[in-house]
Nanobody, 114 residues
Framework: QVQLVESGGGLVQAGGSLRLSCAASGSIVRILTMGWYRQAPGKGRELVATITSGGNTNYADSVKGRFTISRDNPKNTMYLQMNSLKPEDTAVYYC????????WGQGTQVTVSS
């Protein structure tokens, strides 16, 4: 069984930064690709970034150069450093492993004011 718990969301002004964390239970997570998704009001859930167990990363075009995904395998924790935040980044951010049919966290709200 895998459980994912996000933290670090909040309210920030445009141009500011936030760091999200995802704590995972279950040692199997160390060998799985993990990712961050987000869902804005009235929109579908979209991929933000993924990271493999070996550290290979992939980003949505909308966040490239501003967001950085990382993971600490011994701690079973994944991070998302978000810089130069924009109002359009406002969404609930979800931690995931296993893709859409995999495991999800409960989500953490990120609100960027203009």
């Amino acid at each position: 069984q895998v459980q994912l718990v996000e933290s670090g969301g909040g309210l920030v002004q445009a141009g500011g930064s936030l760091r999200l964390s995802c704590a995972a239970s279950g040692s199997i997570v160390r060998i799985l690709t993990m990712g961050w998704y987000r869902q804005a009001p009235g929109k579908g859930r979209e991929l933000v970034a993924t990271i493999t167990s070996g550290g290979n990363t992939n980003y949505a075009d909308s966040v490239k150069g501003r967001f950085t995904i990382s993971r600490d395998n011994p701690k079973n924790t994944m991070y998302l450093q978000m810089n130069s935040l924009k109002p359009e980044d406002t969404a609930v951010y979800y931690c995931n492993t296993g893709g859409f049919v995999g495991y999800w966290g409960q989500g953490t709200q990120v609100t960027v004011s203009s």
